[in-house]
Protein backbone atom coordinates (compact mmCIF):
# COMPACT_ATOMS: atom_id res chain seq x y z
CA UNK A 1 0.00 0.00 0.00
CA UNK A 2 1.58 3.56 -0.63
CA UNK A 3 2.43 5.29 2.59
CA UNK A 4 3.15 8.63 3.31
CA UNK A 5 6.80 8.57 1.40
CA UNK A 6 4.49 7.78 -1.79
CA UNK A 7 1.84 10.16 -1.56
CA UNK A 8 4.01 13.04 -0.87
CA UNK A 9 6.06 12.16 -3.90
CA UNK A 10 2.96 12.00 -5.75
CA UNK A 11 1.97 15.40 -4.56
CA UNK A 12 5.56 16.62 -5.39
CA UNK A 13 5.24 15.45 -9.09
CA UNK A 14 1.99 16.24 -9.83
CA UNK A 15 1.63 20.46 -8.23
CA UNK A 16 3.53 21.89 -10.75
CA UNK A 17 1.22 20.37 -13.50
CA UNK A 18 -2.15 21.59 -11.33
CA UNK A 19 -1.32 24.56 -9.29
CA UNK A 20 -2.96 27.58 -11.06
CA UNK A 21 -4.33 25.64 -13.80
CA UNK A 22 -8.45 25.36 -14.76
CA UNK A 23 -9.88 22.43 -14.90
CA UNK A 24 -11.88 21.01 -18.05
CA UNK A 25 -13.70 18.42 -17.04
CA UNK A 26 -13.28 14.68 -16.04
CA UNK A 27 -13.75 11.44 -17.32
CA UNK A 28 -15.25 8.23 -14.69
CA UNK A 29 -14.86 4.77 -16.45
CA UNK A 30 -15.19 3.17 -13.75
CA UNK A 31 -16.76 4.91 -10.20
CA UNK A 32 -16.97 1.51 -7.98
CA UNK A 33 -13.69 2.06 -6.08
CA UNK A 34 -13.91 1.72 -2.49
CA UNK A 35 -16.59 4.23 -2.25
CA UNK A 36 -18.46 4.79 -5.22
CA UNK A 37 -16.80 8.01 -7.57
CA UNK A 38 -19.54 11.07 -7.54
CA UNK A 39 -21.51 10.61 -10.77
CA UNK A 40 -21.98 14.77 -10.80
CA UNK A 41 -18.23 15.32 -10.51
CA UNK A 42 -17.16 16.15 -13.51
CA UNK A 43 -20.16 18.52 -14.45
CA UNK A 44 -18.95 19.81 -10.22
CA UNK A 45 -15.45 20.16 -11.30
CA UNK A 46 -15.81 22.11 -14.56
CA UNK A 47 -14.54 25.33 -15.08
CA UNK A 48 -12.99 25.48 -11.36
CA UNK A 49 -9.54 26.62 -10.92
CA UNK A 50 -7.20 24.53 -8.89
CA UNK A 51 -5.55 26.74 -6.05
CA UNK A 52 -2.82 23.95 -4.39
CA UNK A 53 -2.02 20.51 -4.14
CA UNK A 54 -1.59 19.18 -0.13
CA UNK A 55 -1.49 16.12 1.43
CA UNK A 56 -2.79 14.88 5.35
CA UNK A 57 -1.96 11.42 5.98
CA UNK A 58 -2.41 9.18 3.26
CA UNK A 59 -4.76 11.63 1.25
CA UNK A 60 -3.87 13.77 -1.19
CA UNK A 61 -6.53 17.36 -1.44
CA UNK A 62 -6.40 19.21 -4.56
CA UNK A 63 -8.25 22.89 -3.61
CA UNK A 64 -10.34 23.98 -6.09
CA UNK A 65 -11.47 26.95 -4.21
CA UNK A 66 -14.84 26.59 -2.41
CA UNK A 67 -14.58 22.72 -2.67
CA UNK A 68 -11.45 19.69 -2.60
CA UNK A 69 -11.27 16.90 -4.72
CA UNK A 70 -9.83 14.07 -2.12
CA UNK A 71 -7.58 11.13 -3.37
CA UNK A 72 -6.54 7.86 -1.71
CA UNK A 73 -4.28 5.68 -3.64
CA UNK A 74 -5.17 2.60 -1.46
CA UNK A 75 -3.42 -0.68 -1.97
CA UNK A 76 -1.99 -0.57 -5.69
CA UNK A 77 -3.54 3.55 -6.93
CA UNK A 78 -1.33 5.86 -8.78
CA UNK A 79 -1.66 9.23 -10.26
CA UNK A 80 -0.19 9.52 -13.43
CA UNK A 81 0.82 12.63 -15.26
CA UNK A 82 -0.07 12.72 -19.20
CA UNK A 83 1.44 16.20 -20.49
CA UNK A 84 -0.54 16.94 -23.58
CA UNK A 85 0.09 20.78 -23.56
CA UNK A 86 3.44 20.87 -25.72
CA UNK A 87 2.34 18.37 -28.68
CA UNK A 88 2.64 15.50 -26.47
CA UNK A 89 0.63 12.60 -27.24
CA UNK A 90 -1.36 11.10 -24.11
CA UNK A 91 -1.41 7.39 -23.43
CA UNK A 92 -4.49 5.62 -24.34
CA UNK A 93 -6.11 4.38 -21.16
CA UNK A 94 -5.90 1.40 -19.95
CA UNK A 95 -7.99 -1.27 -18.37
CA UNK A 96 -7.49 -0.01 -14.75
CA UNK A 97 -6.77 3.65 -15.58
CA UNK A 98 -10.79 4.42 -13.59
CA UNK A 99 -10.08 8.14 -13.94
CA UNK A 100 -8.89 11.32 -15.56
CA UNK A 101 -8.81 14.74 -14.53
CA UNK A 102 -8.35 16.82 -17.57
CA UNK A 103 -7.44 20.57 -17.47
CA UNK A 104 -7.54 23.08 -20.08
CA UNK A 105 -3.94 23.13 -21.26
CA UNK A 106 -5.15 19.21 -22.08
CA UNK A 107 -2.61 18.05 -19.29
CA UNK A 108 -4.37 15.00 -17.43
CA UNK A 109 -4.02 13.47 -14.18
CA UNK A 110 -4.90 9.83 -14.67
CA UNK A 111 -5.84 7.36 -11.54
CA UNK A 112 -4.48 4.10 -12.37
CA UNK A 113 -5.67 1.67 -9.58
CA UNK A 114 -5.36 -2.20 -10.41
CA UNK A 115 -7.40 -3.29 -7.10
CA UNK A 116 -10.08 -0.77 -6.55
CA UNK A 117 -9.41 -0.17 -3.58
CA UNK A 118 -8.62 3.91 -3.54
CA UNK A 119 -10.83 6.54 -3.95
CA UNK A 120 -11.92 10.24 -5.50
CA UNK A 121 -14.07 11.97 -3.33
CA UNK A 122 -15.25 15.59 -3.18
CA UNK A 123 -15.92 17.83 -0.51
CA UNK A 124 -17.37 21.68 -0.23
CA UNK A 125 -16.20 23.87 1.83
CA UNK A 126 -13.59 22.62 5.18
CA UNK A 127 -12.07 19.41 3.90
CA UNK A 128 -10.57 18.96 7.98
CA UNK A 129 -13.85 18.67 8.55
CA UNK A 130 -14.54 15.85 6.57
CA UNK A 131 -15.02 12.27 8.15
CA UNK A 132 -11.92 10.68 6.82
CA UNK A 133 -9.92 13.47 8.03
CA UNK A 134 -11.20 14.83 11.53
CA UNK A 135 -9.63 12.76 13.23
CA UNK A 136 -5.90 12.04 12.29
CA UNK A 137 -2.82 12.28 14.46
CA UNK A 138 -0.48 14.68 14.11
CA UNK A 139 2.00 15.01 10.84
CA UNK A 140 5.04 12.96 11.73
CA UNK A 141 7.45 15.34 9.53
CA UNK A 142 5.90 18.21 11.40
CA UNK A 143 6.95 19.94 14.66
CA UNK A 144 3.41 18.96 16.52
CA UNK A 145 5.14 15.29 16.17
CA UNK A 146 7.56 15.29 18.84
CA UNK A 147 8.58 12.72 22.06
CA UNK A 148 7.03 14.75 24.98
CA UNK A 149 3.55 14.60 23.02
CA UNK A 150 4.13 10.83 22.00
CA UNK A 151 4.77 9.73 25.21
CA UNK A 152 1.94 11.51 27.08
CA UNK A 153 0.03 10.06 24.71
CA UNK A 154 0.95 6.70 25.16
CA UNK A 155 1.31 6.50 28.73
CA UNK A 156 -0.76 3.35 30.17
CA UNK A 157 -1.01 2.06 26.94
CA UNK A 158 -0.82 -1.74 26.55
CA UNK A 159 -0.98 -1.83 22.48
CA UNK A 160 2.25 -2.90 20.87
CA UNK A 161 4.77 0.47 19.41
CA UNK A 162 4.70 -1.61 16.28
CA UNK A 163 0.43 -1.11 16.75
CA UNK A 164 0.78 2.44 17.70
CA UNK A 165 2.58 3.42 14.73
CA UNK A 166 0.20 2.03 12.31
CA UNK A 167 -2.76 4.23 14.80
CA UNK A 168 -4.20 6.59 12.10
CA UNK A 169 -4.78 8.62 15.30
CA UNK A 170 -1.64 8.26 16.50
CA UNK A 171 0.61 9.07 13.80
CA UNK A 172 -0.76 10.24 10.77
CA UNK A 173 0.05 8.31 7.10
CA UNK A 174 2.60 5.89 8.74
CA UNK A 175 2.28 2.23 7.43
CA UNK A 176 3.86 -1.07 7.58
CA UNK A 177 7.05 -0.84 5.93
CA UNK A 178 7.98 2.34 7.14
CA UNK A 179 7.02 1.26 11.06
CA UNK A 180 9.36 -1.51 10.29
CA UNK A 181 12.05 0.60 9.28
CA UNK A 182 11.73 3.03 12.38
CA UNK A 183 11.62 0.51 14.95
CA UNK A 184 15.11 -0.81 14.03
CA UNK A 185 16.77 2.30 13.67
CA UNK A 186 15.58 2.43 17.09
CA UNK A 187 16.53 -0.09 18.64
CA UNK A 188 13.32 -1.03 19.42
CA UNK A 189 11.49 -4.49 19.67
CA UNK A 190 8.03 -4.12 17.44
CA UNK A 191 6.59 -6.47 20.64
CA UNK A 192 7.07 -3.54 23.28
CA UNK A 193 4.17 -2.32 24.98
CA UNK A 194 4.14 1.33 24.08
CA UNK A 195 3.18 2.53 27.42
CA UNK A 196 6.59 0.77 28.62
CA UNK A 197 8.82 2.75 26.87
CA UNK A 198 10.53 5.75 27.90
CA UNK A 199 11.06 9.14 27.34
CA UNK A 200 14.45 8.73 26.28
CA UNK A 201 13.72 5.81 24.15
CA UNK A 202 10.29 8.07 22.22
CA UNK A 203 13.12 10.60 21.11
CA UNK A 204 15.23 7.79 19.71
CA UNK A 205 11.87 6.83 17.85
CA UNK A 206 10.73 9.98 16.60
CA UNK A 207 14.11 11.12 15.39
CA UNK A 208 14.39 7.75 13.55
CA UNK A 209 10.88 8.02 12.37
CA UNK A 210 11.54 11.41 10.62
CA UNK A 211 14.81 10.24 9.14
CA UNK A 212 13.35 7.24 7.62
CA UNK A 213 10.24 9.59 6.19
CA UNK A 214 13.03 11.67 4.73
CA UNK A 215 14.90 9.40 2.98
CA UNK A 216 11.86 7.53 1.86
CA UNK A 217 10.69 10.77 -0.01
CA UNK A 218 14.01 11.59 -1.55
CA UNK A 219 14.61 8.27 -3.16
CA UNK A 220 10.61 8.60 -4.62
CA UNK A 221 9.58 6.13 -1.98
CA UNK A 222 9.19 2.49 -2.31
CA UNK A 223 8.01 0.86 -5.47
CA UNK A 224 6.18 -2.71 -4.56
CA UNK A 225 3.68 -4.18 -6.87
CA UNK A 226 2.26 -1.62 -8.57
CA UNK A 227 2.92 2.38 -7.15
CA UNK A 228 5.25 4.18 -9.35
CA UNK A 229 5.71 8.15 -9.19
CA UNK A 230 3.78 10.79 -11.23
CA UNK A 231 6.53 10.50 -14.42
CA UNK A 232 5.45 6.96 -14.47
CA UNK A 233 8.73 6.18 -13.07
CA UNK A 234 9.58 3.36 -10.10
CA UNK A 235 10.91 5.06 -6.22
CA UNK A 236 13.86 3.03 -5.21
CA UNK A 237 13.80 3.12 -1.53
CA UNK A 238 12.90 -0.49 -1.17
CA UNK A 239 16.74 -0.99 -2.36
CA UNK A 240 17.73 0.54 1.24
CA UNK A 241 15.37 -1.43 3.67
CA UNK A 242 17.30 -2.82 6.86
CA UNK A 243 14.80 -5.35 7.67
CA UNK A 244 11.25 -5.28 5.90
CA UNK A 245 11.14 -8.39 3.52
CA UNK A 246 14.24 -9.41 4.62
CA UNK A 247 13.56 -12.64 6.92
CA UNK A 248 16.31 -15.33 7.28
CA UNK A 249 19.02 -12.59 6.36
CA UNK A 250 21.96 -11.01 8.32
CA UNK A 251 21.20 -8.28 9.95
CA UNK A 252 23.54 -5.32 8.46
CA UNK A 253 24.05 -4.03 11.85
CA UNK A 254 25.05 -7.55 13.90
CA UNK A 255 24.71 -10.33 11.59
CA UNK A 256 22.11 -11.39 13.52
CA UNK A 257 19.14 -13.00 11.50
CA UNK A 258 16.51 -11.15 10.62
CA UNK A 259 13.15 -12.54 12.11
CA UNK A 260 9.47 -12.23 11.15
CA UNK A 261 6.18 -12.55 12.77
CA UNK A 262 2.68 -11.12 12.21
CA UNK A 263 1.31 -8.87 14.61
CA UNK A 264 -2.80 -7.62 13.78
CA UNK A 265 -2.53 -9.77 10.78
CA UNK A 266 0.39 -7.26 9.45
CA UNK A 267 4.20 -8.94 8.90
CA UNK A 268 6.82 -7.24 11.39
CA UNK A 269 10.38 -7.63 10.65
CA UNK A 270 12.98 -7.17 13.84
CA UNK A 271 16.58 -7.73 14.49
CA UNK A 272 16.49 -9.43 17.84
CA UNK A 273 19.78 -8.44 18.65
CA UNK A 274 19.59 -4.65 17.91
CA UNK A 275 16.43 -4.58 18.71
CA UNK A 276 15.20 -4.88 22.82
Same mark, same amino acid.
Given at each position: ??? %?? !?? @?? $??? +????? %??????? =?????????????????? @????????????????? /??????? +??????? #?????????????? =??? @?????? *??? *??????? $???? /??????? #????????????????????? @??????????????????????????? /??????? #?????????????????????????????? !?????????? /????????????? *????? *?????????????? =????????????????????????????????
Amino acid at each position: MPE %LP !EV @ET $TRR +GIAPY %LEGKTIA =GAIIRNSSLRWPIPDNLP @ETLSGLTIQNVARRAKY /LLIDCNG +GTLIFHL #GMSGSLIIQPRGSG =GVS @ESPGKH *DHF *DLILMDR $TILR /LRDPRRF #GAVLWHPGNVFQHPLLTNLGP @EPLTADFNAQWFWKKTRNSLASIKQTL /LNGRMVA #GMGNIYANEALFLAGINPKIAAGKIGIMRY !ERLVQAIKQI /LQRAIQAGGSSLR *DFVKS *DGNPGYFQQHYAVY =GREGQRCMQCSHTIKQFKQNQRSSFFCPNCQR
